[in-house]
């Protein structure tokens, strides 16, 4: 096998076309191939020059490329004109490029016509270059070791979509954690595609105005399914003012470009309704085909559709909201975004992606929002963690361990002296606070049930106790449950740069414990949590609870529980919701570090360890004056602050007298004043002590008050935002109502007076059709009448037209039968004149004095024609002489001497030969001529004998029969003569020698007559 040194890459520049037709219906795509791989670049506007941009690479070494050379194998890049409706390709033209012409030597890059082009009209070309490049990638170690023919496919493989089926689906592969859609082995691009919805408004408009919105039950929520996932968002209270949240769900996909485009033009919308407990109060479609419409490349850039979703009322009962004015209408604001998925270096051994759990399965113990520098509202105590400490003591009731706290935080704020060690903070420092969420395990391997416990920490946030779910969560094989109070938030400053390279750096370490009561803890596992991802996620900006702008950050992911004796086995998965918030600049300067021995057990106030920040902030830099007790404290309460070993914590409690001081070992040595005894001192300290305590109860009063104040003011706002909102909603529906009855009232006159109107044009109609149809009757009777008068007199005239054609027969057919009798009586008579006529002499001599005239002018019309036709051949013989010398001189030189030779040869041979047949031709006709003249002068003769009288009588009742055979033997001359005039015939040929013989026998039957 070569070396890597030795590995080549074959890229393929792709960069422009010119000279293509404008067809905005279409889409260009030049798929290559080479030694039975096809690479393609993505879908292009068909235009004049389309812009691909691309390249494409083939990976080799050096002995194969020198097997193709020697082969000439070529790379064929091949033009596709692609309708994205009908998915269907046809071919534009292609370009073939010699493999012995790439070096790896950069050259510039030529344009090439295609070949076999179907737009004749014009020469389409595309910009191409080629070269080679060395691949010196360092060898990334494989898992299954596959060899090079066994390779993923190169990602922009062919995108080519007809060997897809007709509808795509996505199937879930559990183990890697994504969905697959397209083949596995051409489809290896990973992307994620994320729905977040982050506003809703107008959501009573959903409800019926007689339905108080505090009944509708225990909270309102968003529902939507991605892929097979119900996702749900987290409850809200009030549908005035929905106060939720913005989440993401995200799941991951492994496609490719033009497959997953494919995919989501086949998806229908994305349907989000409002939901109260099983109920649907309204839903929107947002479509995520437009996704697949979006002109972005994800490589770099994410796309997304985004925007305010009208909400429409499920129950046909209720107005739907197009009827509303557009700013009463209820929306939801929703984007889904579509983007490649990075994946870090410090993820790739831990990480598996998983889609986002839907949020119907989250533990109840959502994470509480950031506490207000005021005094927070009457709430539910929110879910907390516990130290290694305090997880072995009972649990108390909810309202002893709820006023506990509320002690805690009051004594705390009054425990911390001025002396207290400060640290100041660097200006550049960021206020953050991180937040996380261990959501659930699964999978877990071990065949019988655990009690598991979640312990982490990590000293960058300042807090070196380890935070635990507290009680353990019973575990069964193949289920998957929720910790329970798994929630922990920590604020901390640190600058921004720090912050990244801790993260990078230093994964967080979650423990599983397995807490048995027989054999002591055990640990089954770790889980590594990689901080980097959070870093890239996308940004959003919120307002704190104290009204200041924040930046959010939330990565969710599921990670492998791997056993502490052997890294190799998976114990379980666990999932997790990690949240980064950055709340800008530190505003305080000082911030007191309390030790973690005079702090609760939950607070531990360890510095941080870099000495960028080497504390935290006050949660709430607004009040710098007065320094924050714990200031790496999680933000979750304290679960039990009252352990017997351990002394209280806030030495100004009302319960608790000041220390006494200690009394002096001398005796005075001179009495003192009044004032300046023990006893004095012991209670003047007493009644200032009370005088405090008096202050501190008054204080804590006026404190009381105003959030009862406040909390009567929230509520008394929130009931006036119902009200105010009912009546808007009520004057809304009844101005709709109203609208809606004038509309009705309006249209009911006009229908009414339509109506009238119709009734009195119906009448008139009627009337009118009932005068029309009267008259038409009248009329119709009148012409039958006179059609039937008509009829009988066209009757009557017939027959008496038949009676006199009967007559006219009878007497035609009598004129007719005398006709006959008197012709056949004149045949007879003609028949015996002709007879006697045909006796007489004169009539015989003078048919043959007609036929002698007939043949005398049929010989010199045959002199004519004869002289006419040697003329002819003359010229004919003239010409092809011509004809023949031109012939004779393309020829070569020493054969146009003898042909020369030969041709005058023969012409004296001929005109020797013409010349004799002429001479007998005309000896001939002479001999003719004499015949013909002494028969004229013999006829002439006779004539004189016979005399005048009867000659000149004589030829009149026979010339009809002689002009008849005089025409017959013209035509067949003429006939004759023509053939041979056109030299093609002669007086040999069969057909002239058949014209002769009928020319024969028509002078022998002209003279018999």
């Known amino acids: 096998m070569a070396s890597k040194s030795d590995q080549l890459l074959i890229v393929v520049s ?9 067809s905005p219906r279409l889409s260009l795509v030049v798929q290559a191939s080479f030694d039975g791989e096809q690479l393609a670049t993505d879908p292009v506007e068909h235009r004049d020059q389309p812009l691909f941009s691309t390249e494409l690479a083939w990976e080799l070494d050096r002995r194969t490329l ?7 194998t070529p790379i064929k890049l091949q033009c596709f004109a692609v309708d994205p409706e009908t998915k269907r390709s046809e071919s534009v033209g292609y370009v073939v490029l010699d493999l012995r012409s790439v070096h790896e030597v950069q050259q510039e890059p030529r344009w090439f016509p295609l070949l076999s082009s179907r737009y004749t009209k014009q020469r389409p070309a595309l910009l191409v270059g080629a070269a080679l490049e060395s691949d010196a990638k360092p060898a990334e170690p494989s898992p299954d070791g596959f060899k090079a023919k066994k390779a993923p496919p190169r990602r922009g493989g062919p995108a080519v979509t007809d060997l897809l089926p007709a509808r795509l689906e996505a199937t879930l592969v559990p183990e890697q954690g994504y969905h697959q859609v397209g083949p596995a082995d051409s489809c290896s691009d990973m992307f994620v595609l994320s729905v977040t919805v ?4 107008k959501l009573e408009q959903l409800i019926p105005s007689t339905t108080k919105l505090s009944a509708e039950g225990s909270g309102f929520f968003f529902y939507y399914s991605l892929l097979g996932n119900d996702i749900t968002s987290e409850p809200f209270a009030s549908l005035l003012s929905p106060d939720f949240e913005p989440e993401r769900a ?18 229908p919308g994305l349907q989000i309704h409002l939901c109260c407990g099983t109920r649907s109060l309204g839903g929107t479609d947002v479509p995520l085909a437009a996704l697949s419409a979006v002109c972005v490349d994800l490589e770099n850039k994410a796309a997304t559709v985004e925007g305010a979703f009208v909400l429409q009322p499920l129950e046909r009962s209720n107005r739907a909201p197009s009827a509303l004015p557009a700013n009463l209408q209820p929306t939801v604001g929703v984007a889904v975004t579509l983007r490649r998925e990075e994946v870090t270096p410090q993820s790739l051994g831990t990480k598996e992606a998983q889609s986002e759990p839907p949020a119907a399965e989250r533990p109840p113990s959502s994470p509480p929002a950031r506490p207000p520098s005021g005094p927070p509202p009457p709430a539910p105590p929110s879910p907390h963690t516990e130290s290694e400490a305090e997880s072995l003591l009972e649990e108390l009731p909810a309202q002893q361990q709820q006023g506990r706290s509320e002690a805690a935080a009051e004594g705390g704020a009054s425990s911390v002296s001025i002396s207290a060690p400060k640290v100041s903070v660097p200006s550049s420092a960021h206020h953050y606070c991180f937040s996380l969420d261990l959501r659930s395990l699964r999978n877990l391997s071990p065949t019988h049930a655990i009690a598991a416990t979640l312990r982490y920490s990590y000293h960058f946030f300042g807090s070196a106790a380890p935070i635990m779910t507290r009680p353990p969560l019973e575990l069964q094989r193949n289920a998957e449950a929720s910790p329970p109070q798994s929630y922990c938030a920590f604020d901390f400053a640190a600058l921004p740069q720090q912050l990244q390279d801790t993260f990078l750096r230093v994964p967080l370490l979650v423990e599983v414990w397995h807490r048995d009561p027989t054999s002591g803890d055990q640990l089954m596992g770790r889980a590594s949590l990689q901080l980097s991802p959070l870093l890239s996620c996308e940004r959003s900006r919120r307002l704190s609870a104290a009204g200041e702008p924040s930046w959010r950050q939330t990565h969710q992911d599921r990670v492998a529980v791997v056993a502490a004796q052997r890294a190799s086995e998976k114990v379980a998965e666990l999932s997790y919701v990690a949240t980064l918030e950055d709340f800008g600049l530190v505003k305080a300067r000082e911030v007191v570090v309390v030790d973690s021995s005079q702090s609760e057990p939950a607070a531990p106030t360890q510095p941080a360890p870099h000495p960028a920040a080497p504390t935290q902030p006050a949660p709430h830099p607004a009040a710098p004056t007065q320094p924050a007790p714990h200031p790496a404290a999680p933000t979750q309460p304290a679960p039990h602050p009252a352990a017997p070993t351990q002394p209280a914590p806030h030495p ?8 006494h001081p200690a009394a002096p070992t001398q005796p005075a040595p001179h009495p003192a004043a009044p004032r300046d005894t023990l006893e004095y001192r012991t209670a ?40 105010e909102a009912l009546v808007q909603k009520k004057e809304a529906e009844f101005s709709a109502l109203e609208e809606t009855l004038q509309r009705t009232l309006s249209d009911l006159q006009t229908r009414e007076k339509q109506l009238a109107e119709a009734e009195l044009e119906t009448r008139r109609l009627q009337k009118e059709l009932q005068a029309e149809h009267d008259l038409a009757h009248r009329e119709l009777q009148e012409a039958g009448r006179r059609l039937q008068q008509d009829c009988d007199h066209r009757v009557a005239l017939e027959r008496d037209k038949v009676r006199q054609v009967e007559e006219e027969r009878v007497r035609l057919l009598q004129q007719m039968s005398d006709a006959e009798a008197r012709y056949k009586q004149l045949e007879k008579e003609f028949q015996l004149f002709r007879e006697q006529q045909n006796v007489r002499p004169e009539f015989r001599l003078q048919s043959e004095v007609n036929l002698l005239t007939l043949e005398k002018v049929e010989l010199e019309r045959k002199l004519e024609s004869t002289t006419k036709s040697k003329l002819h051949y003359k010229q004919q013989w003239g010409r092809a002489l011509k004809e023949l010398a031109r012939f004779k001189q393309r020829e070569q030189e020493n054969a146009m001497t003898r042909l020369k030779k030969q041709q005058a040869e023969l012409e004296a041979m001929r005109l020797r030969y013409l010349a004799t047949e002429q001479k007998e031709a005309v000896q001939l006709e002479r001999r003719e001529l004499d015949d013909i003249k002494n028969q ?15 000659s000149s009588a004589g030829p009149a009742p026979t010339r009809s029969p002689n002009e008849g055979a005089e025409e017959h033997l013209s035509r067949l001359l003429e006939e004759r003569d023509t053939l041979l005039r056109t030299g093609v015939y002669t007086h040999e040929d069969r057909i002239i020698s058949e014209l002769n013989r009928q020319i024969q026998e028509a002078m022998r039957e002209g003279a018999g007559l």
Do not use: Y
């Open 684 to 723: 003047l300290e007493l009644e200032l002590w009370k005088e405090e305590q008096e202050d501190l109860f008054d204080d804590q009063l006026r404190r009381k008050e105003l959030s009862h104040m406040q909390a009567l003011a929230l509520e008394w706002r929130r009931r006036d935002g119902e009200r």
């Open 14 to 22: 792709i960069l422009e076309g010119r000279h293509f037709p404008k």
């Open 250 to 267: 995200s799941v991951r996909i492994r496609s490719s470009k033009q497959v997953l485009r494919a995919f989501l033009s086949q998806q």
């Open 198 to 201: 982050a506003f809703a408004t």
């Open 936 to 950: 004229l002068n013999r006829l002439k003769q006779q004539e004189d004998k016979l005399g005048p009288a009867p």
């Open 652 to 659: 100004a409690a009302p319960t608790q007298p000041p220390p």
């Open 66 to 72: 020198h097997q193709h050379r020697l082969q000439r």
